[in-house]
Nanobody, 123 residues
Framework: QVQLVESGGGLVQAGGSLRLSCAAS????????MGWFRQSPGKEREFVAR????????SYADSVKGRFTISRDNVKKTVYLQMNSLKSEDTAEYFC????????????????WGQGTQVTVSS
């Protein structure tokens, strides 16, 4: 089985920062494209960020560009999401994901999901 376990969620005031972590158990982690999605109550799950296998290429949703940074450590088999200048609209459950297509940074196809971690931003 493939396991993706998120951590680091919590409550933070608007303008603050939070760092999420996703620990992966896949032996092939170093060649997997990884990323983050989020979902708020009553809304569809939306793409947040993607990072390629080496960490040299990233892609972000327009709503988080300039505020969020995705990174990875292939030795620790962990992907991170650094969230700065948080807004109330960033409140959501955040999910770690493995992308199905490792050759297309614009693809949003996912074949493995983590269990999610809650991020709540107060006004």
């Amino acid at each position: 089985q493939v396991q993706l376990v998120e951590s680091g969620g919590g409550l933070v005031q608007a303008g603050g920062s939070l760092r999420l972590s996703c620990a992966a158990s896949r032996a092939t982690f170093s060649i997997d494209d990884m990323g983050w999605f989020r979902q708020s109550p009553g809304k569809e799950r939306e793409f947040v960020a993607r990072i390629n296998r080496s960490g040299g290429s990233t892609s972000y949703a327009d709503s988080v560009k300039g505020r969020f940074t995705i990174s990875r450590d292939n030795v620790k088999k962990t992907v991170y999401l650094q969230m700065n200048s948080l807004k109330s609209e960033d409140t959501a459950e955040y999910f770690c994901a493995k992308f199905s297509d490792a050759s297309n940074m614009r693809s949003r196809r996912v074949d493995y999901w983590g269990q999610g971690t809650q991020v709540t931003v107060s006004s």
